[in-house]
């Protein structure tokens, strides 16, 4: 049978997928690079909506608070994933079930954990109240400047760090016990056998959900719009926020689209990072 | 077991997963018993906090009375319809796009792997604005197409499907073709038979997805008649003033039903999730 008949019999089997791929991702990305080369009015290709949003202080305040964002949110995930999916990694009475009530935040539409949250942090919420308990008084949360991205960051992990704690759950259960036998017959404790066996052993599923955790919290969108809408003082505007705002309040598309593919522009990155780790395994199976 | 083998070290332990498990759940349980309860306790209870914060003294159903006589329970409905489509049409399509990559030899097949996948996984929600304007443009606007479509090609359902083509034996195809079978045949009396777990993993991938999705049926379903569930109970404040029942009523309603599949799937759920990550 030859090669070239393959490639027929291949194509109807990747049809539906191609078509989906170029009609639903590559064309809409090339409709965003066309767009964001042409000025509002405009004719020719130009970077004018590039030097525009990048010298537009509202656009470079909402990628600073995206970084900042960024830089606190997934190191906290991954740190509080970890833990718990060290705790977790036993076969005690209940673990399972524990396990399953961390998990369940993240089949629930991040809409419907903000809707909950929002009532959760009024002044007279569930939070402050909590918070009473411990002598705490009582937080502005949600309408504070200074607290508002960290209610965020708290929502956001809520939702997220049940997932990320499944996978590195797995790759816990993959690392071989006599590793650590060995390593505790060299006279290691507890936290050596963490820093030289579970840490390095754990590299592959963490460099994963590194790459996979930033590129989710790149994207959030619910919870910023329907807790604070950006605000209070822009503290929250993340970046999808900010091109949600350009292209449906402010009516303009043009920079919309640029920031769009500044954004895409990321993901590719990232992406492309994701998908080579996720490769190499498909090669080893 | 016997108890002399409960050592103190494993008693805190487990109250420490414990006490995880009880902080990520406590917001769920707010949710269902403020649903229960009237209004007026709904914040009654909470300073101090005592065994009424978290037991309803009172109980009642007036608040889901009142969601499903609005347009909620159409919201609802859309959700499940838009859901279980996009699961039935991403199967068939990711299925076999999974089967031609791992099966089928043919020049750049990697080539098509990589892109293909590159493509899927960029996270849809970053090219929502001009994939909105597209689907504008074909009129696709306020229709079930227009919510379903984005959801069909799932690179993370490829990737699992073909990691689960890959492990079966080659000498199936090639005992399957000696006998005279060709592709379509071997694909589908062959290969999809054996293919369920890894189908049902795939499959909850996408209804989650689909579920939770909130950006693009907020821009492409805003019409009362499409409007999904998630975009629905966001509006809620708007629509009733700030009436917390009927809220929490319909946030109930909307965990429920992944909760439940999460729950009883959780087998295969763990194990598409793990495999992303770690499974070599």
């Known amino acids: 049978m030859s090669k070239s008949k393959n490639v ?27 767009e964001s080369l042409l000025a509002p009015r405009a004719t020719t290709y130009s970077l004018d909506n590039y030097i525009y949003i990048f010298t537009d202080p509202i656009f470079q305040s909402s990628v600073v608070t995206t970084l900042f964002f960024s830089i606190v949110v997934n190191p906290l995930q991954i740190a509080v994933a970890l833990g718990l999916a060290i705790l977790l990694n036993n076969k005690l009475p209940g673990t399972g079930f524990w396990r399953t009530l961390i ?43 200074q607290q508002a991205l960290a209610c965020i960051i708290l929502v956001t992990s809520w939702i997220g760090v049940g997932y990320w704690m499944t996978i590195l759950l797995a790759g816990l259960q993959d690392i071989p016990k006599s ?20 840490l390095p052993q754990l590299r592959r599923p963490l460099t994963f959900v590194l790459v996979a955790d930033t590129v989710a919290n790149f994207l959030v969108f619910a919870p910023v719009q329907i807790l604070t809408r950006g605000g209070p003082q822009r503290s929250t505007n993340l970046i999808m926020h900010e091109i949600y705002t350009r292209a449906f309040a402010t009516g303009d598309k043009s920079s919309a689209y640029a920031a769009t593919v500044v954004l895409i522009l990321l993901m590719l990155t990232v992406v492309a990072i994701q998908f080579r780790m996720m490769g190499d395994q498909g090669d080893k199976a | ?75 609802i409905f859309n959700s499940l319809f838009v859901a279980v489509a996009t699961v039935a049409g991403g199967l068939i399509v990711c299925t076999l796009a999974a089967f031609a990559l791992a099966v089928i030899e043919f020049p750049g097949r990697n080539i098509v792997f990589t892109l293909m996948i590159v493509s899927f996984l960029i996270p849809f929600d970053a090219i929502a604005l001009p994939l909105y304007y597209v689907m504008r443009g074909a009129e696709l606007q306020n229709t ?41 045949q071997v694909f589908w009396r062959i290969y999809l038979p054996l293919t369920g777990p890894a189908m049902i993993s795939a499959g909850l991938i996408m209804f989650i997805f689909q579920w939770q999705a909130y950006l693009w049926p907020l821009l492409i379903a805003p019409a009362t008649e499409y409007k999904v569930a998630a975009v629905s109970i966001a509006q809620f404040n708007s629509a009733y003033g700030i009436a917390f029942g009927p809220i929490m009523a319909g946030a109930m309603c909307i965990s429920l039903i992944p909760m439940l599949i999460l729950v009883f799937f959780q087998p295969y759920f763990t194990n598409s999730v793990a495999s992303t990550g770690s499974k070599e």
Do not use: C
Request: aromatic share 14%.
């Open chain 1, 179 to 198: 590793l650590y036998e060995a390593a505790r017959i060299d006279g290691m404790n507890r936290g050596q056998q963490f820093r030289f066996v579970t």
């Open chain 1, 103 to 145: 998990l369940l935040p993240v089949a629930i539409p991040a809409s419907v954990s903000a809707v909950v949250w929002a009532a959760a942090l009024r002044p007279d919420g569930l939070a402050n109240a909590m918070l009473a308990v411990f002598g705490i008084g009582p937080q502005p949360f949600l309408t504070s400047p």
């Open chain 2, 144 to 184: 079930y197409l227009g919510l379903i479509l984005p959801g069909v090609g799932n690179g993370l359902a490829v990737f699992l499907l073909r990691q689960f083509f890959l492990g079966l034996p080659k000498e199936l195809r090639e005992a399957a073709m000696v006998d005279g079978m060709g592709w379509f």
């Open chain 1, 8 to 34: 027929l019999v291949a194509l109807a089997f990747l049809a539906p997928a191609i078509l989906a791929v170029s009609i639903l991702r590559i064309w809409p990305a090339l409709v965003a690079v066309h």
């Open chain 2, 1 to 75: 077991m016997t108890t002399a083998r409960i050592k103190p070290a494993r008693v805190l332990h487990i109250a420490t997963i414990a006490a995880a498990g009880i902080v990520f759940f406590l917001p769920l349980w707010w949710i269902f018993i403020s649903a229960m309860r009237p209004e007026d306790d709904i914040f009654r209870y909470l300073n101090p906090i005592g065994w009424e914060t978290f037991l309803p003294t009172r109980w009642t159903f007036d608040h889901f009375v009142a969601l499903f006589q609005s347009t909620f329970g159409r919201s």
